[in-house]
Structures are given as C-alpha cells and as structure tokens.
C-alpha cells in the first residue's frame, strides 16, 4: 500500500504560468515531507522541505503548502520556466528508527513549454 | 563540494551474474543510504547506515543483496547472483546525522539484467 501518492504522472504547464503539483500521504506518523526534482541520467536533488509544524515554506519561486488535516502537500512553482521541466518527487518521513526512512511517490513529469 | 559519487554508472550483465556497485559519498556525511528506483516509481530505500553500523536493512533481499560499509566512509553493494528482476536504478545518498537533513543523492547506476 503506497504511503505516499501522486496521483498526476504528468503536468504541462505554460512558461510564466504556475505549476502546481500535488503529493497526499496516509501515515499519520510523518512529521516532515521533501520535495525533490530528477532530470534524467541524474540523481534526485533536494528541492524544498516542510516540518509538520509549518502550513507553508518559501524559497524563491518554490512554495510548498501542508495541509494535515487533509493529508495533503502540494509544490507552487511561480513563474514556470522551461528550465523546470523535470520529474518531482514527493517525500515523507517520520521519526526515528524506520520511521525515519524517507517514502518516496511515484512522481510527477513537470513539462513548462516556452 | 564534491557530490556522492557512485560506479560504474552502468552495467549489463547476464542473469545469474554476480555484480557490484560502488558509493563515496559527501565528504563528513555519517549516513548512507541505497536506493533501488524501477522505471516509473519512485526511490526505495534497501539499506541505511549510520557510520559503519547498518540500522535498517529490513528491505533488503538477504538472500542476493548484501552491503557493506568499512571504515563508515565508502560503501559498496552487491547482488549475487543476479535476476531479471533486479533491473533498476541503484541509487546511493548520503546525509549529516540528524533526522531531518536532506539526503544528497549520487546519478545512480542503471542495471540491466539480460
């Protein structure tokens, strides 16, 4: 059963415009939750990261908004640039022991056509 | 600084095959990981050490996967004898102790298992 769910396998969006890409979760045991970006050949790369504690975080044109009552993150990307064209990944983690292992989802291909 | 570096970046082998993959990772990074990511999922995680002591391993198929971690710095990985199944992305991450440091990840190694 599959902890953490994107559910859209792929996004297009138009450059200048927002991307919104989606993430839900069904451990209520995570308490932090990553965003990851994955261009192809290449390994993930660390994107923007939320505590339980916060509703949103800011860096730059990335925002990430929780929703826990919802089980429910999604990653704002504003302005679109083709440069983000990539595969995202979202992420969770609880506390301690295996807990503390990082569930990836299946991710969503970001396309932002110039 | 130097990323986490991971060899060979790819390798077929016949099955049955044994075969070994290769991680430095960020240079003071206590925590190692290996990922395996099939062809639309996302990174799962098969093994986690904490310097050289391996904390959870409980995802790791002990029956042709085995790790090892000597001196808590480099790690290799090995699979023996190899299965059409095993062909994947195998993905290698390191992080500062701490539960909520962002893992950093290597460009993987693509197996093919003919």
């Known amino acids: 059963d599959q902890q953490v769910k994107q559910n859209s396998p792929s996004l297009s969006v138009q450059e200048g415009r927002i991307s919104i890409l989606n993430c839900d979760y069904t451990?209520?045991?995570?308490?932090?939750f990553l965003w990851y970006k994955k261009y192809p050949a290449e390994g993930p790369t660390f994107l923007i990261s939320?505590?339980?504690?916060?509703d949103k975080n800011e860096d730059g044109r990335f925002t990430v908004f929780l929703n826990k009552s919802a089980k429910h993150l999604s990653l704002h990307i504003v302005p679109s640039q083709p440069g983000d064209s990539a595969v995202y990944f979202c992420a969770a983690k609880g506390y301690g022991g295996s807990q503390g292992n990082l569930i990836f989802g299946k991710g969503t291909k970001l396309s932002v056509k110039p | 600084e130097a990323g986490v570096v991971q060899s060979p970046r790819y390798k077929i082998i016949e099955k049955k095959q044994p075969v070994a993959f290769w991680c430095n990772p960020i240079?003071?990074?206590?925590?190692l990981y290996w990922y395996r990511q099939n062809l639309g999922q996302g990174p799962e995680l098969l093994i986690r050490?904490?310097?050289?002591?391996?904390?959870?391993d409980s995802q790791l198929p002990k029956d042709r996967f085995s790790a090892e971690r000597l001196k808590g710095v480099d790690s290799t990985l090995k699979i023996q004898p190899a299965e059409l199944g095993d062909s994947a992305v195998y993905l290698c991450?390191?992080?500062?102790?701490?539960?909520?440091?962002?893992?950093?990840f290597g460009n993987g190694t693509r197996l093919t298992v003919t």
């Open positions: 939320i505590s339980s504690i916060k």
């Open positions: 240079s003071g990074h206590n925590t």
């Open positions: 451990n209520s045991m995570f308490d932090y």
């Open positions: 991450a390191s992080s500062l102790s701490g539960d909520n440091s962002p893992l950093h």
């Open positions: 050490y904490e310097n050289e002591e391996a904390v959870d």
